[in-house]
Every structure is written in structure tokens, then in C-alpha cells.
């Protein structure tokens, strides 16, 4: 036994943190290959999740790690946590089967998922070029025509497997297509990579080993015919075929043994990961029925579905990695070669990341944030084709087939550490419900989608408007419940919603009441309960000098009508560790404040609100604050020459109270100031608008970015945001306002000096030069920006 597979803690005087109150689970023996985990990855780690994020299984002889933060620790580091074990066998051969595959002169060695840097960086960039958004559009049309012809072959039948129907061979197509590979032997094809998967991340038994290493030696030898024959057309297209002409041309870079391993290690990666996502897809959306038939009806819900499909059940749940050196990962010593199994099926399922992880919800707004197709440096570089044949089987099946259920059956799932879909999803249907029977024109309406990530503005929910009230001159209460009579997601206090209709679409934060809140301090725990989800509230104030959307809700909103709205999202968190909190509101700014006092009194925290207004006719919700709040609230109103003194309230603040307010710019420029000299962390506040943060070309100036964690070079020019490079660069971003007011598209900045032009960042988070908004801040006078992505 090396140093490495041993309990860390044996020896050591102090308690073994493995082996505390733990109820059933048992970290020193848990093992992958385990029911639990085989049923459900993410349910089987909740306990580690909660208590012990990184934790040593001396039965795996792995590290195991289940946070979201910490996966993606792990993966933004390749030289600190190499990736050179992704590909040995987990379950070790046995002496016969090494035998077997010495037969066949089986040579797997590195490929582009199990390389170090530097060598895995410049490899990636010479290859990658396929991979963009801009040149994945063209497939589109082929991947559709393969699936259509996939479905006329069995719309008529009324019941099929849809892996053996639809999603086992149009990936493969797909995939061949996409390399240039012939389409000669796609079932010999099938059994090889089946056995390259169980060979590498399965359990086969010792017999099973000997029949699985003569497929694998001969998949080995058949990848290296293909090499042969491609090799003899130069001028071929496809992605091998351009492998294959780098090394002819860098064959330092890309060297023969590099195609070898990769011609056969990227048939299985470019479909079978794609085959049982798709699987996962289908099962998991016909049994949240709500969420197909909302599918059904607006495919434009799909991109988002998708992604939640694939944080939720996604097709692979662990992967692996090695230390370097010593470490340490939240807290705990690793030492040099640690092997770590990082599971994302848990990541992604983290609360600590993703509110109600464990609910299933195509309308979640940061869902395209999943680990399941890694991330940084080696992030899996097929995820956008994987994306669009995903959103093409969907949209055509629920257009054409939207009466589609599940049939009766058990799911049987090869049992594997980090792949996972099942072998077989029967579904059934009646053909003479079929829609294209009485409508000919179904099967021609396909819905296109862009390429890449799905864009926060396509996600929304149909919501239902109950009750208009007047709460102040021009101010309007809005009581809103899903369309369906269906609850709406939890909340927290601090939350907005976004109102979607008549063209235009406003922020507006909840303040019903009893909602709860999720903190930053809170990362220890995953408790938090909401009962405020039959109904959201909301007040819009008409504003004058507006661009006409609250105009617009307080003339056309009516009680009855539907609106769709998207979110709720929190970006302004209240920490419930405080010893007081000082809430202080301007004007309609009192809507989130409101929330945090009904929270903070629901949870017995010191806490006291101060409200400023113009004129007392303007100012909503005073009665409910002096009813539900008394002694805790202060009102000011201005015409009666009552005016807020923001400096003696902060001279005069508790100690260790924290700062929430929400109003116009200048209380908040005001407040700022004057707590620039307290401790980091007092003040926490949101504006009513940002600055002009619009892109002027004719005044840009183009500069350069440096991807640390993906190891990419671009060039942002003068017509384009950051956000807009990175997308063009298939990296993932989230986005939502796009004009730097809501914070999601924030990047870590490691060097070079920022232009901030967002309405987010405090003045001391803009004095660090860390952080930077990538829709509209830029770089100094064209400096170069390393950024931590
Ligand atoms: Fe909202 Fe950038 S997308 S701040």
C-alpha cells in the first residue's frame, strides 16, 4: 500500500472526522459501485454534501468530493489536480486480461481528457476550431434530417425504445459525421465502445474482463485501420481528418500516438455521453409531466430544459483526478498523488449553489452553471453539438409525438463510477392522436435555437395575475400564481422577478411576506424552508421618465390575465449571522427591504427599519410596516420636513450590524461614503438603475484576455462586450441584463486593470480590481486582462 491509499488520519490523536455521528452513511467504506449510489449519485452523497465535503473511502482508495464549490476548485486547476488518471481502469485488470490486450499491441495512452500541461493547452487550441459556436451551425440541418428520419420510422407505431429508435445511432451519425470516420460498422462500433466504457469505469467480473479486453484490442486495432484509410485521403473533412493533418504538419504537438488513443477514445466520448444524456432527458421530463407539457406548449422553453436535464440527470456523474503535490481542499490535507473521485451528479445538486437543488425545474435561471460537462481547461469540448442534437430530439418528438408517456418498465443501468444512463426507455403512445394526422403542416414547423448556452432571457413561467391594488400614488400591488395552479419556486428575502409582457420585461422584487432567506455565511447548511409559494407579490411604480414598461403593466395589468415572468433570483442575500441589522429604504426601494423585516422578525434578529419618501402619498406599504413592524420602523417624510440623516444613523449603528438598503443612486452613493471606513462586509445595497453601460463603438477600444482556467487567448474589438467574445469563444457565461445591473456575468479578474462600467460592484470591490461585470466593464486603455475562467 502506497502512502496515498491510506486513512489519512490513522495514527493521528485527534478524532477522525470520518468517523462522527454520520447516521447510515459510511464514508470509510462507501464505494461507487454501491446501490445507493448506482440509484442515484447525488441522493447517496446528501450526507457529505451537508457534513463532510471531502472525505477519504478507503474501500475506493479515492478521495471523494461532493461540493459544487469544491469540483469546480478541483477543475480549474489541471496542474495542481492532473487529469492523468480520467482513463485507467478503476476496476484493475487482471492478469489474463492484460494478456488479452498485449495480443492486440492495445497502446492507449494520453488523449486530450488525461493530459497535462503544458502539452493538453497547445494540443486543444490547434484542435479546437471545430468545436466553436460559429462552425457548429452548419450541422444543424443533418442532425435534423437524421432525426426526422428517426421518427418517421416509428410515429406510426404507438410504443418504442427510444435508445434503439432514436438516441443510440443518430449520436453515433452524428458523432462519425462530425470526425469524418466512415459509417461502415456502426454496430461493431456500438459493442466496442460499450466495452471501452465498462472497461475503463466499470465493474466487470474476471470472466466478464476477458471477453471485454478482446473487444476493446480489437477496437484498438480497428481505430487504427480507420487512421490508415483517412489517412490515404488528405483532403478529407471532419475533425479527425484535420487531427490527422496536424500531425502531419506539428507533429510535436499532435504526435501519432496522440491519434491512436484519440480516434478511439473520441467515438465513444462524441456520442455515447450524448446517447445516455438524451435517455436521462426523456425520463426525467415524462416524469415531471408539468414540465413536458410546458415543453410541449412553448418550445422555446427547450435550451433551458435541457441544461436542467442535464444538472439534474445528467449522463456523467463523477470524474477523476490526481494531486501533484500536497493540499488542501475545504479544509482537508490531501497529500501528493490523492487520486479524487469529484462527483458533479452531487455538484449539481448542491444547495449551497443551486436553491432547491433536489427539485426539478426547467425554469431555473443558472441551471446552464451544471459541472456535468466539467469546466476550465478540459471541459468537454463537444458540449455545444451535444447541446443541439439534445434540443432537436426534444423539440421534435414533444411537436410531433406530444402525447408521448412513459411505458411500464424497470431501468436497468450498467453499473459504471461516471457514466450513467439506461439501457433502454420504452415509451407508448396512440398514434390516432398523433398531431400531424389532422394537420399536415406539424412536421415542417421545427423551432431553430442558437447555438451555446441557453440565454437567461428565454426562461419564463406563466403566471397569473390575482389581484391589482393601489398602494400609494402612482404604485401598484401585484398579486401573481402560476397559470396552472401549480406552487411557485421558494424564495428568499432580498429576491426580484422579472414581468414579461406587452414587449417589455422590468425587475421587480417580492415582498410578500414570510419569505425566507439563504446566506452567504449559510454554507454549512442546506436548511431552508419557504411557505411563500402559492403567491408572489410585487409593487410597480409608474415611473415618469421611464422607457414605458411600468406605464405599460399600470395601464394593461388586469386582474385575471396571464404574464409570463422569469426568476426569482437573489442577488441581494441577506446574512442572517449578523448581531443587528439596519434596513434603510428610499421611495419604492422599501419592496425588498420589507422582505428582509418580515424575515428577520419571523427569525427574532434585532433589527430596524428606516423609510424615506418624498410625500406620504407616495410611499407604500406604511400601514402594513406600522402594523406588522412598530417600534422597528421609523418613517421620513420629506414634505413634512422629515429627512433621513444617513450620517447619524451610521455615527450611531449597533455594533457588528450589517446595512441593507435599496433606493436611488444618490442615498446609495451617500451611504457608501460613509461607511468607507467600516469593516468589509457592513454594507449590502441594490440601486433602482445603473450608468450608461452601452457599448459605443466608435469609442471602444479592442483588448486582450487571458483564460487561466481554459487556458484561451482573445482579442474583445471594439464592437464587442467581453460577454460577447466569451460566447464566441464557447465559453460559458451566464448572463441576464446584459447592462450591468443584475451581477450574473460576473469573472474573476488575476491581473491587468478594469474599466468598471457596471452598477454592481461597491467602490471597495472596484478598488481591488477583482471582479468585473464581462456584459460592459472593459480594460484600461487596452491593457491586457487575465481572467480566472
Ligand atoms: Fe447583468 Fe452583466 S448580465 S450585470
Not at 403512445?429 to 415542417?444: G, L, M, V
Request: net charge negative; with cysteine; glycine share 6%.
Amino acid at each position: 500500500m502506497d502512502d496515498t491509499s491510506q486513512c489519512p488520519f490513522s495514527g493521528q490523536a485527534s478524532k477522525c472526522p470520518i468517523t462522527n455521528d454520520n447516521g447510515s452513511f459510511d464514508p470509510k467504506h462507501f464505494n461507487a459501485f454501491d446501490t445507493s449510489y448506482q440509484l442515484d449519485p447525488a441522493s447517496a452523497l446528501r450526507w457529505s454534501r451537508d457534513n463532510l465535503p471531502v472525505f477519504y473511502s478507503e474501500e475506493m482508495g479515492y478521495w471523494i468530493v461532493s461540493r459544487y464549490d469544491d469540483i469546480k476548485t478541483v477543475f480549474r486547476d489541471p496542474i495542481l489536480f492532473s487529469a492523468r488518471n480520467v482513463l485507467q481502469k478503476i476496476t484493475p485488470a487482471t492478469p489474463e486480461a492484460i494478456q488479452v490486450l498485449k495480443g492486440y499491441d492495445y497502446g492507449m495512452d494520453r488523449t486530450l481528457v488525461n493530459e497535462d500541461e503544458p502539452a493538453h493547452m497547445e494540443r486543444r487550441r490547434v484542435l479546437m476550431d471545430h468545436f466553436l459556436p460559429e462552425n457548429l451551425a452548419g450541422k444543424e440541418a443533418m442532425i435534423r434530417r437524421l432525426t426526422q428520419e428517426k421518427v418517421d420510422q416509428f410515429i406510426d407505431s404507438g410504443r418504442v425504445d427510444l435508445i434503439e429508435g432514436l438516441l443510440y445511432e443518430v449520436p453515433l451519425l452524428v458523432a462519425l459525421h462530425f470526425l469524418g470516420v466512415p459509417e461502415d460498422e456502426i454496430a461493431k462500433l456500438r459493442t466496442f465502445s460499450v466495452a471501452h466504457s465498462i472497461n475503463t469505469w466499470g465493474k466487470p467480473t474476471k470472466e466478464q474482463q476477458i471477453d471485454i479486453a478482446h473487444d476493446v484490442g480489437q477496437f484498438w486495432q480497428y481505430a487504427g485501420k480507420i487512421i490508415e484509410k483517412m489517412r490515404a485521403e488528405p483532403n478529407g473533412k471532419g475533425w479527425m481528418h484535420h487531427t490527422i493533418r496536424k500531425n502531419k504538419e506539428l507533429p510535436d504537438v499532435v504526435p501519432d500516438s496522440y491519434v491512436h488513443s484519440m480516434m478511439m477514445a473520441i467515438i465513444v466520448a462524441a456520442h455515447e455521453t450524448t446517447s445516455l444524456a438524451s435517455a436521462n432527458m426523456f425520463r426525467t421530463l415524462l416524469t415531471h409531466r408539468e414540465a413536458w407539457e410546458d415543453i410541449c406548449a412553448d418550445p422555446s422553453l427547450i435550451p433551458n430544459a435541457v441544461e436542467e436535464c442535464l444538472r439534474y440527470a445528467g449522463s456523467i456523474v463523477a470524474w477523476r483526478r490526481e494531486t501533484t503535490a500536497p493540499t488542501t481542499l475545504n479544509g482537508v490535507q490531501l497529500p501528493k498523488g490523492a487520486k479524487l473521485l469529484i462527483v458533479q451528479a452531487s455538484g449539481n445538486r448542491d444547495e449551497r449553489h443551486f436553491e432547491n437543488g433536489d427539485d426539478f425545474d426547467i425554469y431555473r435561471d443558472n441551471t446552464a452553471e451544471h459541472l456535468t460537462f466539467g469546466y476550465g481547461a478540459h471541459q468537454c469540448m463537444g458540449k455545444n453539438i451535444a447541446r443541439m442534437e439534445m434540443r432537436i430530439f426534444l423539440e421534435e418528438i414533444s411537436r410531433r409525438i406530444p402525447h408521448l408517456q412513459l411505458a411500464d418498465q424497470d431501468f436497468v443501468y450498467t453499473p459504471s463510477t461516471s457514466f450513467r444512463g439506461p439501457e433502454a426507455v420504452w415509451v407508448e403512445w396512440d398514434p390516432a392522436q398523433n398531431p400531424e394526422r389532422t394537420n399536415s403542416q406539424i412536421k415542417e414547423q421545427v423551432v431553430h435555437f442558437a447555438v451555446g448556452a441557453p440565454q437567461t432571457q428565454d426562461v419564463a413561467r406563466r403566471v397569473k395575475v390575482v389581484a391589482i391594488e393601489k398602494e400609494a400614488d402612482n404604485i401598484l400591488s401585484v398579486v401573481l400564481s402560476d397559470a396552472r395552479g401549480r406552487a411557485l419556486p421558494n424564495w428568499s428575502a432580498g429576491a426580484h422577478v422579472e414581468i414579461v409582457s406587452g414587449g417589455f420585461n422590468r425587475k421587480y422584487s417580492l415582498c410578500g411576506k414570510s419569505s425566507t432567506s439563504r446566506t452567504s455565511s449559510d454554507h454549512n447548511s442546506s436548511d431552508h424552508t419557504n411557505d411563500n409559494t402559492s403567491h408572489y407579490k410585487l409593487a410597480i411604480l409608474k415611473e415618469k421618465n421611464g422607457k414605458g414598461g411600468s406605464q405599460y403593466f399600470h395601464d394593461h395589468l388586469r386582474e385575471g390575465m396571464t404574464l409570463k415572468l422569469r426568476g426569482p433570483s437573489n442577488r441581494f442575500h441577506l446574512d442572517k449571522t449578523a448581531a443587528h441589522y439596519m434596513l434603510i429604504a428610499g421611495d419604492i426601494g422599501i419592496t425588498p427591504i420589507l422582505a428582509m423585516a418580515d424575515y428577520l422578525k419571523d427569525i427574532g434578529k434585532p433589527y430596524h427599519i428606516h423609510y424615506a419618501g418624498k410625500a406620504f402619498s407616495k410611499m407604500a406599504f406604511v400601514k402594513r410596516l406600522e402594523t406588522d413592524h412598530q417600534e422597528q420602523f421609523t418613517l421620513y417624510v420629506k414634505s413634512t420636513g422629515q429627512r433621513a440623516d444617513l450620517a447619524h444613523l451610521i455615527e450611531n449603528l449597533p455594533q457588528d450590524a450589517q446595512i441593507y438598503a435599496c433606493g436611488p443612486e444618490r442615498m446609495i452613493e451617500e451611504l457608501v461614503m460613509l461607511t468607507e471606513d467600516l469593516p468589509e462586509d457592513s454594507l449590502f445595497y441594490e440601486y433602482f438603475s445603473g450608468t450608461d453601460t452601452l457599448l459605443d463603438p466608435e469609442k471602444e477600444q479592442a483588448f486582450d484576455v487571458e483564460l487561466m482556467d481554459s487556458g484561451l487567448q482573445l482579442t474583445v474589438n471594439h464592437t464587442q462586450t467581453l460577454l460577447d467574445a466569451l460566447e464566441s469563444a464557447g465559453i460559458d457565461i451566464a448572463s441576464d441584463c446584459r447592462e450591468g445591473l443584475c451581477g450574473s456575468c460576473e469573472v474573476l479578474v488575476a491581473n491587468g486593470k478594469i474599466e468598471h462600467r457596471d452598477a454592481v460592484l461597491t467602490r471597495a470591490e472596484r478598488a481591488a480590481n477583482t471582479r468585473m461585470m464581462a456584459c460592459c466593464s472593459r480594460a484600461q486603455n487596452g491593457a491586457t486582462l487575465k481572467l480566472s475562467l
